[in-house]
């Protein structure tokens, strides 16, 4: 997952009415200082069950969206995917809170909106996978369906086949130990033929929650193959501007570098940008790439074999599938409560490549950062 930010203006609802369409605009904030943003969404379907029979409750659903940063651009992609959901479902109300990447302050949000009465529909997209668990009971204990998207809430951020915390409605997104595993794979695959094979790898954080269980199952497989040569680990936090200083200072020391693998694909762009102002190839022949967040970036640069691949991260599918399991259980209906995005893939594997890409060809992603 990549913490990055994105240019945001206000942005256009419509929203379908008895009388034709209405047009809302909702102001976006860039500032991170108590930020809440509030979209209600009424379908002309939904209208119309409210009207004719008891389906519905006599109030909305109002699901609360406890995000990374109100400008961060996996967040937005989150926030478009549950407002389509609840577009479709009807009488559903979404209100966006602003973590500003603040572990404490996502969990004192949690327990103000618990302790408002205004919600009875929470997912958050965690900071760290123990921090906020005590605010997450909280709201389940206050009768709130709660959801985890992209990482599990607990302990142990591998455990994605059960819930962690008892009460929990729904979870959808990845086990951390995967991703690192996958991108490992990736890695001994661009190695192909090089021995030995130099590969910098570029994590977020070394002491961040999400990247730690990455960079351990990363390692370990790696290790296995003799011929491949972890030469450096950097932090780049997520962001192109650090992917390119880190992979300068990479390659002063490593000229002859074969491989960098990135835990965002922001920092991957920096790093291209460092390596080409180098006068180095990259794709084909020369130094390979390989990121993580399948964005419109990394996909454009894979089909045109820039880069050799990137882990597929599916926020936009997060907030869609995590909201309609929320509001599926508030309506008594069936669903599917924890969904491994992993399993779900577009292009058929974990990692997008220019093959599966190109058997893929009217994918397209539906982020950016």
Not at 229 to 253: A, C, F, H, I, N
Not at 315 to 324: S, V
Request: net charge negative.
């Amino acid at each position: 997952m990549a913490h990055t930010n994105s240019n945001i203006a206000a942005e256009t609802l419509i929203l379908a009415g008895i009388r034709g369409p209405a047009i809302f605009r909702v102001p976006f904030v860039r500032r991170r200082i108590r930020v809440n943003l509030t979209y209600k969404i009424a379908a002309l379907a939904g209208v119309a069950a409210v009207l004719s029979g008891p389906a519905y409750a006599a109030d909305p659903i109002r699901i609360a969206l406890f995000g990374f940063a109100a400008d961060n651009a996996f967040t937005l992609a989150s926030l478009e995917g549950l407002k389509e959901a609840a577009k479709e479902a009807g009488d559903v109300e979404i209100e966006l809170f602003d973590g500003a990447f603040d572990a404490d302050r996502q969990f004192n949000q949690i327990q103000d909106a618990v302790a408002s009465g205004r919600f009875n529909g929470m997912l958050i997209l965690p900071m760290g996978y123990s921090s906020a668990v005590p605010a997450a009971e909280e709201a389940i204990k206050a009768g709130i369906k709660f959801g985890s998207l992209e990482y599990p809430l607990g302990p142990d951020p591998t455990t994605t086949d059960k819930f962690q915390v008892m009460g929990m409605t729904t979870f959808v997104g990845y086990n951390v130990g995967s991703i690192g595993l996958r991108l490992a794979e990736a890695t001994v695959e661009a190695c192909q033929g090089r021995d030995p094979c130099k590969v910098a790898l570029l994590v977020g954080s070394r002491s961040a929650a999400q990247d730690v269980p990455k960079i351990e199952a990363f390692n370990k497989h790696i290790a296995e193959h003799p011929s491949i040569k972890l030469v450096s680990t950097q932090d780049t936090l997520w962001g192109r501007e650090l992917g390119l200083k880190v992979t300068q200072d990479v390659l002063q020391s490593n000229p002859d570098l074969d491989v960098i693998t990135s835990f965002a694909d922001q920092a991957a762009a920096g790093a291209e940008v460092a390596l080409t102002g180098a006068g180095m190839n990259v794709g084909g022949e020369g130094i390979q790439l390989i990121g993580l967040g399948a964005t419109q970036t990394a996909v454009a640069a894979i089909r045109q074999g820039r880069w050799y691949g990137t882990y597929v991260e599916l926020p936009y599918m997060e907030g869609y599938l995590g909201g309609k399991n929320i509001i599926a259980a508030m309506r008594g209906q069936e669903f599917e409560p924890i969904i491994d995005l992993e399993t779900r893939s577009p292009v058929g594997a974990a990692i997008a490549t220019k093959t599966n890409l190109n058997a893929h060809p009217d994918w397209s992603s539906k982020w950016d950062g």
